[in-house]
């Protein structure tokens, strides 16, 4: 099973790149235009949140999900991401993101720190220019 895992790793981290991405961007179509979910207001596009914000999760978002410039969008959402956490988590509780809802910001921070030290796998655009270079 381990050698199966192995020999499929490229892979696997390319499609767990392309649904985190996918996730990290309804974040922003939320914030921008209510959807997938209830309308976020106030929204202020010159705000830190959810302005600066929004705009990177739908900016970076989807040039990470296709793999393009991987390590450097997977490094700035990932410091979105634990920027998230202490602005509008740690207040609650500093330890128990269960209890300050802070969990998915706490695991895009890593899966993107992740990303940004190994890239984004086989199935990028990034791998598609490494090839011809």
């Known amino acids: ?65 296709i793999g393009l410039f991987t390590r450097q969008c997977a490094f700035v959402l990932s410091g979105l991401s634990a920027a998230a956490y202490f602005m509008a988590h740690a207040q609650y509780s500093l330890l128990w993101t269960k209890i300050n809802g802070g969990e998915p910001a706490v695991l895009y921070c890593f899966l993107f720190l992740y990303m940004a030290a190994v890239g984004g796998g086989k199935w990028s655009v990034d791998n598609l220019f490494l090839k011809r270079a």
């Not at 235009?33 to 207001?41: A, Q, V």
Request: proline residues 8%; charged residues 10%.
């Open 1 to 65: 099973m381990m050698k199966i895992l192995a020999a499929w790793s490229a892979e696997i981290l390319s499609v767990t790149r392309i649904v985190a991405a996918f996730m990290f961007i309804q974040h922003g179509t939320t914030k921008l235009f209510s959807f997938p979910g209830e309308p976020y207001l106030p929204f202020d596009l010159f705000s830190i949140n959810p302005g600066l914000a929004c705009v990177l999760e739908l900016t970076l978002g989807p040039l990470l999900l």
